[in-house]
């Protein structure tokens, strides 16, 4: 039916809880399981209506990318074969 399904997380122990309930899914359909982290970087929410994103500095952003890179590879691990 899909060909792969994305699974977004958070980082929290509470968005973790669907993964074994899409894996099953996956596994059902032969579907490929795609994990997604977004990092949020900081910006001011200004006078009128638009957001203005802050400066940050290139080292935060590789950090921030980093954590989330080995997050989703540690969430991954017991996922890798089975989907």
């Known amino acids: ?3 792969k399904v994305l699974v977004w997380l958070d980082g929290s122990g509470l968005a973790e809880q669907i993964l074994p309930y899409v894996t099953e899914q996956a596994l059902c359909c032969r579907s490929k399981l795609a994990l997604l982290q977004v990092i ?3 910006s001011i ?8 994103p802050m ?3 290139l080292d935060q952003v590789q950090r921030e990318e980093a954590e989330a890179k080995a997050y989703l590879e540690r969430v991954a691990q017991p996922l890798r074969g089975r989907c």
């Open 40 to 42: 949020n970087l900081p």
């Open 45 to 52: 929410i200004s006078a009128g209506i638009e957001t203005v």
């Open 55 to 57: 400066p940050v500095p």
């Open 1 to 3: 039916m899909f060909k």
